[in-house]
């Protein structure tokens, strides 16, 4: 009886592991992301749950055994035990249902343009590596001369007290081409690499090119595929610019103006498959308020029905851990929430009951609940007189200019605030409304310019624009020369 009972255990005890989150919707861009295991026992190419593999072999051996020993009496059956347990001690490597989980990935996705002074950033990334003597591995792929950028970045890091090495997976690696990158992404060696680091910064550049080199045509490679159990098992992934842009599941290759994602939707070239390292609902983007690209994260979560987005600014980051995120750094976060909204128009953009929020720096913004989590040196404040005339502001799309218009609708008269996204020759403009309602809060710290804002509500609507939008006032008349005075 003890090999029937151990088959009646062991399959609850794998398929326990089997199948540890639920894939996204698929977009039209690319294939839905596969199912995966967080272990690393199971490493299949497939969809079907890689535990569930696992646990068909374990009962097809288990049987096999069963039979083997039978005819053998109580010593045979003992023999049969002791086998078993042996058979088993690898997977025994896991931890049990019972054992406490492993403590949480974090991801570290900075805006771009970090500076080399930014010591809490470079310390973050080192730290949840594991800290000083940790190897971090620098992963170059997106950068138009990866040589160099991998050693500044290893630079930074080593000042911190990280170990570092550097992964030559890259189209612009001297020698390098498209191909040899995607066949690099393949190579044990390198997979090995990353299985033994602690935490892997990719560097900024060109997202394309990370995601053509690690998810060709939407299909993972090895190397991708080491990225997610290095996650999974408490390392860190940090990107910047391009290496946070593919952070998440739905990623934007590139789009030169913002203000073009307000007129029409996405093409297949523009928008595609990111790494999915980030909470599955979630899109990441970067040089967020110095470049206005609000407008465009607005876009890119309505078309991929992806409801939460975290813009992340220049020389600051977002920490996520166990589905919170802190804002390190320069500035702040914004978090745009588009599961309320209603859209009436796709082309050009007319939506209302979007929700924004400011997560300014030192405060935490919990992704699952959709709270904003000030530290208690910030004091809630008095929402602004519903009474009174709105705000204007002329370009809503500047730099850092959505932070203040925000500011103004939840703190000044009227508790709104307008703002305009415009472009020169371009008679379609649009109208964005902030207005703070009962879902609103704010609170302030020691100046004047710490906000924390939570669900101001955006409706954007397109206007026109009067053509040209200025001309030249007439010139006055030059006066006669008059007579001499005398």
Partial sequence: MVCRAALAVLPLRVGAHGRLWQPAAPLQTGPARAGRLVTSQCRLRSSRPAGRRCGDAKIAAMSRFSCWFRPFGPSGWLACLCALLLWAAPAGAQAPASAAPARPGTLVVLGGALKDGNDALWQAI??????????????????GDPERSARLTAEQLQRRGARTEVLPIAPRWPGSSAEDARARAHDPQWVARVQAAGGVFMTGGEQDRLMQALRPEGRETPLLRALRELHARGGVIAGTSAGAAVMSETALRELDDAFDALLRPLTAQELGLGFGLAPHDVVTDQHFLKRGRVARLVRV????????????????????????????????????????????????????????????????YDLHARRLLPPATRQPLTLGSAEGRAGFFGDVLGDNIVVGVMARAAEGPGRAALGLAWRLHQPTAFEWRFSADEHTRAWGGPTRDDHSIEALRLDIRPVRLAQPVYEGAPTPATPRAGPSPR
């Fill in 126 to 143: 080192v730290q949840a590596a594991g800290g000083p003597g940790a190897l971090v591995l620098v992963l170059p792929t997106a950068s």
């Fill in 301 to 364: 979560l309505l078309q991929s029905g992806r409801p939460l987005g975290l813009g992340v600014e220049e020389d600051s980051a977002a920490l996520i851990r166990a589905g919170v995120a802190e804002a390190l750094g320069t500035r702040g976060l914004l978090v745009v929430d588009t599961s309320q909204a209603v859209v009436e128009q796709a082309a050009p953009l007319r939506v209302r009951a979007l929700r924004v929020s400011y997560v300014d720096r030192g405060d935490r």
